[in-house]
């Protein structure tokens, strides 16, 4: 019997055809929106850089970007890491884990903009918290403070999601070893657990900050005029203007930060800090639960936390339910009515552009990850990377890419659905790469190596013995592919057509209207139909027995 | 093997799902600047008139322009409904659309009609003050009487109106100043550099500052009359006021477009929007436009909010080949802020 092919024909074939789309969907955009950046009269020129950076206001946002960037990188780190050790080390029972969980959960499934609404409810001259409860004057609902609360609302279940299995997987023995030292409790947590869950820091605030810096639809709703940012500016630029190449340049200056912080999480990543996940170390002591006095503060911000976003969904949902937000309170469902009407066909549109999107992308997903960790081809590696690509740029960069790339020949796709599809399954198709590679990096290949050496080609072994073992990840990966394809604005907003419209661009449009009934009732659907889908996925996963739904959760970023 | 045949069996499916054609009955597709609730009401009267059916999509009206200029090579609409005359005038001078004298051509007034029939006025639209009341009462304020008084201290922060990159609104607001400065394109920035610290944010639609206002989480803001009403018939504690020196008006306008693939249902739209047929339904739908055919009657609360305002129209003339100029010279000066 032969041993293995070195270059098998499927493999390479598979592999031509990855690369075929990714060259299409991924390197050909972004080059068409460089050289639309800097081609100036048919030269390569940094002069529409300079031109650009040369105004203030451009300037002014790309430090504004980086600033609130920042902000909620650090902030939602923090919050995140109560929230996990609030999850691991405070021996909470399992429906209040739950809850912690759902809690988390709620955001990352919104519409971005969700809290947007809330807070224009809330905070300025006539908000319910500072001016009915507070009684506070001259407060305004724009500018940095919103922004930043309603961004870190959003984004800090990422760092939470990202640091709990870390700190879950520090070995306890290290902190008991640490104690048996006689070790005080604070002197432990400094000293001992801090640092290994420095990584996971690192981790949670660079997944925080492009999820930030890439933004553009809570700034536009609350950034109000003395604090705009980058991607807005260039989604007006666009949009507004229809200056690509203002539009491209901007872009540009927002990919220089964002390629940055994917290189750094590489590089933190690639440090390995999962080591201590794999569970194969046999019989394992507890982690070490905190003391009462630590576990006070704790739960109260959580709770705290915790109150806020409750109070936020609740509101959203009242205001879905009443006639006029603020001047008319009476019951009615007349929004209800009108999503389902007039709005049935941008439902209708998301619904069929996710249904496709989902097993392309989760195909994708299992196949690039199975290739990358499985086979040996040339060009391995940057495969992978240019994979993550899409996934790790700012979405208004895509999508301003594939607004230059394929609007006009020699492809045209806009006014397509698959334009919309391409765009989801290549941004959001890597969630389901990083899953594959996760759970095969778990699984011996010498289950493989067997099948292969009694015969069976590298296809029969794929469909045989990796599928059933990936699968997990290839629901996780359905499942981002579908909440995404739900709540994703910040690309596709460039590529909707009269043909199709999205769920996401309509609430974003009503908002920016009068119409803000149906913004919240859209919204509220939305959030229900993410929950009934991301639960009959979670349910189909613990028949599977796989621990699955963090890789489902946890690859929500980005 | 199957793997490959299921990749590309999938990218095929992708690639017809994405050439379904339209379907056999006779359609139109239109991108609206109206706002949803107002351009659905009218656009489905018309399809149960016509038998035609109209797939539209809403846009602000910079962006609205935007895509039509953009798709320029391969026209993706029909008709362009609704929006302010210097979007239209603007996209003249942009040569995207094609000529269409509707049977109301004649019986129009001069400022409804583009001479060449490049675009026909669908209803007249007046910039309005819009402020809330309690805010007022708070500072002791009456709803404002002149430009001058949107620079009183009390508004620092408090104002809320549209962005002219995205809006039309915005652009007719802009233009309202320049006129009522006797077109000193100085004169009339200053201004609007001198009311720029009141500004709490740029919206990107005409209408969307009008909800914080409803709200109180602004003060006031500049607002087309049918937004303002709007909001007032939602129940919003809000008061409508117009500058003693004057401000603009807007023909909204309606459009064919150049290299369009159903030209002859865009033309009966277009004839049956510049009619009296549609311009009638404004009154029962509650949409306080006021006509622009000179045979339907304005709506009479409508009529009795504008007795005593002194409005005049913003020229295409004027605004068209400046609009592109003006705008930039905003983002630059205005927009930045001090």
Redesign the interface.
Known sequence: MNARPRNDP?VL??VG??WL?VGLFVLYPLAMLLLRAFLAEGQLSQGPLFAMLG???HR?SLLNSLILATLVGGIGTALGFVFALAATRCELSAPARGALDALAFLPLISPPFTTSIAI??SF????LITHDLLGLTGT???GLPTTLLSEVLTYFPLAYLTLKPVLAGIDPNLEDMAASLRAGGWRIFRTVTLPLCIPGFANAFLLLFAASLADFATP?ILA???F?VLPTQAY???????DFKGGAVLSFVLLVPAMVVYLLQRWWVARGHYVTVTGKVGPRALSRPLPTAARIPLLAVCSALAVVIAYFYALLFYASVV??????HSFTLAHYRVIFT?GLKAIRDTLIIAG?GM??GG?FGV?VGYLVTRKRFPGRHALEMTVMLNYALPGTIVGIGYLIAF??PPI??T?????I??CYVFRYAPTGVRATIAQLQQIDPSLEEASTGMGAGS?ET??RVTLPLVLPAFFAGLGVMFVRSLTAISATIFL????W?LITVRIL?NM?????GPAAAFSVLVVAMVFAVTGLIALLLRRLRAPGTMALAGSMGG | ????R???G??L???A???LPAQAQQTL?A?SIW???WA?PMLEAFEKQSGIKV????F?S??AL??V??EK??P??DVLFGGPVETFAAGVKEDVFQPHKPPAFGELAARFKDAGGMWTAIADDPLVFMTNS??LADNKLQAPQSWNDLLHPAYK??LQMA?A??SGTAVTRIFSILEVNGRDEAKAFDFMKRMRPS???????G??G???V??????GGIFFIV?AL??KA????VQISFPKEGIGTAAEGIALIKGAKNPEAGKKLIDWATSPAMQTLFAAHKINFVPAHPKVATEPSLAAVLKDAKIFPIDDAYAGPNRKRV?ERW??EI???G
């Open positions: 499927t074939a598979t055809v990855l789309g105004e203030r206001i002014q224009i409810f300025g001259p006539r908000g305004s609902a724009y536009l109000g005029s003395n705009p007006l630029q666009i949009t507004g203007l229809f006639k006029a937000f603020g001047a008319d007039e496709i097993p392309l195909l196949v609007n006009d045209v796709l006014g397509t659905a698959a334009i599809v391409a296809f794929f469909r909707i057509s009269i043909g419209t449009e920016t209207e009068l119409a803000l | 093997m199957l793997a490959r299921t990749l590309i999938a990218g499916g992708l690639a799902f994405a050439a597709n991108y706002p949803e609730n659905r797939n539209f999509l809403r602000s910079g962006e935007a895509r200029i953009a090579g391969n993706r609409i309690k805010f922060n408090m962005d990159r995205t500004i709490q944010l740029y919206t990107k639609s209408g969307g009008t909800l914080p409803g709200l109180g989480q602004a003060g937004d709007d909001t939602k129940g919003y504690d705008v983002v630059n927009l930045p802020g």
